[in-house]
């Protein structure tokens, strides 16, 4: 495998870790690639990808995330309204990215206008807009590993159904006593509410905006990349039955974000009113990051 990677940017593009969950998980009706296909390391894209899960799954520990909470969570890195936080998101587009060539807020709007005219209720397509806007992180100085990436519980034993799961040999968590066992430093059933997820943009946006939308918003929000639970069903023991109950909607949000990429996109200029009074209806004038 080629070594040679920026240990903060080792995909190519953010593009990258979704590209390669659509190789995971292949839109309903179409065929997925054969496991020896989609595990073909002499590939440079899918070493890029294996590269970065490496460095997630190495770094992502219980400390780590503790810290990070304890940095952002306080929101005092910038202040700017939701659609200047889309202009300032969009200068994270890569022209190297080969496969779409849309910006950021393009694939929100994607997702979002998707919802829309399957004809669900505004704070669904609000949170179709929203969703990735945690990604500003990487803006911060974040390195990718700690901003995208399939998110899982940190401070208990990690599930060998989190994509690759070889590479939690390395992490420290799985050689300490207080993290390693199944329940680590929770309780059965606690909840999910109750345990703290590898550090990245769900995390990160679900508390920014926690006091601002429906319950059913926020869960979408905050778990929409927890695919070793909502693909899996790895984290059972963790869950109550609010977060059985509420898991249907990060499934009914998933297809949403996964299939509805297209290289038109869509036109900014006549939907933004739209959106500018749907973000004033749920969302105050600024957001603090």
Not at 128 to 143: A, I, T
Not at 169 to 194: K, W
Request: charged share 30%; with cysteine.
């Amino acid at each position: 495998m080629n070594q040679d990677f920026d240990i903060n940017t080792p995909l190519g593009s953010l593009d990258e870790w979704e590209d390669d969950l659509l190789l995971r998980y292949p839109e309903p009706n179409t065929t997925a690639k054969a496991k020896e296909e989609f595990r073909n390391y002499d590939d440079p894209k899918r070493d890029t990808v294996r590269e970065f899960y490496r460095l997630n799954h190495i770094y992502q520990t219980y400390d780590f995330v503790m810290e990070k909470e304890a940095n952002y969570l306080k929101f005092d890195k910038k202040e700017m309204p939701v659609w200047s936080a889309f202009d300032f998101l969009n200068t994270l587009v890569d022209d190297s990215d080969p496969d779409i060539e849309l910006d950021q807020l393009q694939h929100l709007l994607q997702t979002s206008e998707a919802i829309r005219s399957d004809g669900h209720p505004d704070w669904f397509v609000l949170t179709g807009l929203l969703h990735d806007m945690g990604k500003v992180l990487c803006l911060f100085g974040e390195p990718q590993w700690a901003v995208v990436g399939d998110t899982f519980p940190v401070g208990c034993k990690h599930s060998d159904k989190i994509v690759y799961p070889e590479f939690f040999e390395f992490n420290p968590d799985s050689q300490d006593e207080r993290y390693n066992t199944t329940y680590g430093v929770y309780e059965p059933n606690c909840g999910l509410r109750n345990v703290h997820m590898s550090w990245g943009h769900d995390e990160y946006l679900y508390q920014m905006v926690k006091d601002h939308l429906p319950d059913s918003a926020l869960y979408m929000i905050r778990y929409h990349s927890f695919y070793a639970q909502h693909r899996e069903h790895a984290y059972e023991h963790l869950m109550d039955d609010y977060d059985r109950e509420m898991f249907k909607y990060v499934k009914l949000f998933n297809p949403y974000d996964l299939y509805s990429k297209a290289p038109v996109p869509p036109n900014v200029k006549e939907l933004k009113p739209y959106y500018e009074d749907l973000i004033a209806k749920y969302l105050p004038s600024t957001l603090k990051f």
